[in-house]
Nanobody, 126 residues
Framework: QVQLVDSGGGLVQAGGSLRLSCAAS????????MGWFRQAPEKEREFVAA??????GTVYADSVKGRFTISGDKGTVNLQMNSLKPEDTAVYYC?????????????????????WGQGTQVTVSS
């Protein structure tokens, strides 16, 4: 079992920055990847970014490339979010996967993650 606690959300104006953190505990040595997903009201949960230790590297959704950066290790993963836009408003969730894939595309779907944080709200005002 892996326990995740995510934090760092808040209210920011468009163009601003936020840094989200995810603290992992438990059997973290089994973790192959950690990712961030987000869910806006009445929308499906969507992939944001992932960092892997399975050989797949890091991967980002097209909508956040060049603005967001994921970093960290199996104990703590951060998501630095710059140049925020109103459409980035959502609840952000960190997640951990213990499945090993060489291709990063497998880490872009929620079903590949067994463990989830409680979520942290990010609101970007225009």
């Amino acid at each position: 079992q892996v326990q995740l606690v995510d934090s760092g959300g808040g209210l920011v104006q468009a163009g601003g920055s936020l840094r989200l953190s995810c603290a992992a505990s438990g059997r973290t040595f089994t973790t192959a990847a950690m990712g961030w997903f987000r869910q806006a009201p009445e929308k499906e949960r969507e992939f944001v970014a992932a960092i892997t230790w399975s050989g797949a590297g890091t991967v980002y959704a097209d909508s956040v490339k060049g603005r967001f950066t994921i970093s960290g290790d199996k104990g703590t993963v951060n998501l630095q979010m710059n140049s925020l836009k109103p459409e980035d408003t959502a609840v952000y969730y960190c997640a951990a996967s213990n499945l090993n894939y060489r291709s990063d595309r497998y880490y872009q779907t929620p079903v590949k993650y067994a463990y989830w944080g409680q979520g942290t709200q990010v609101t970007v005002s225009s």
